[in-house]
């Protein structure tokens, strides 16, 4: 668990004192939807929100291509053999490939 002489080696002793106090007042709140949500942390610049945003659209488009791959996979794996050698059913009947 963070502790204060943990942290207060990267925070300067006000910002670990704001800190607090939010964390306190989300954690008091935080079990109660007719508060208001409490943020502990300060929002980001409209120049990273950009980029978290670019991440998360690249992220799923990357999900979906793996989605489409595994299905694709899925497909050809239960795909009868005789149907993937190029062989018709009708030759598969005469012959046994294995």
Do not use: C, W
Request: glycine share 2%; aromatic share 8%; no cysteine.
């Amino acid at each position: 668990m963070a502790t204060r002489a943990r942290l207060i080696n990267y925070l300067s002793e006000e910002r670990y004192a704001v800190l607090s106090a939010r964390f306190a007042a989300f954690h008091e709140t935080m079990n109660d939807p007719a508060q208001p949500v409490v943020r502990v942390y300060d929002t980001l610049a409209p120049r990273h929100m950009r980029e978290l945003q670019l991440v998360r659209e690249v992220s799923a488009e990357l999900q979906q291509k793996k989605l489409d791959d595994t299905e694709k996979a899925v497909s050809i794996s239960s795909t009868p053999h005789y149907l993937l050698s190029g062989i018709t059913s009708r030759d598969s009947e005469k012959q046994v490939l294995f």
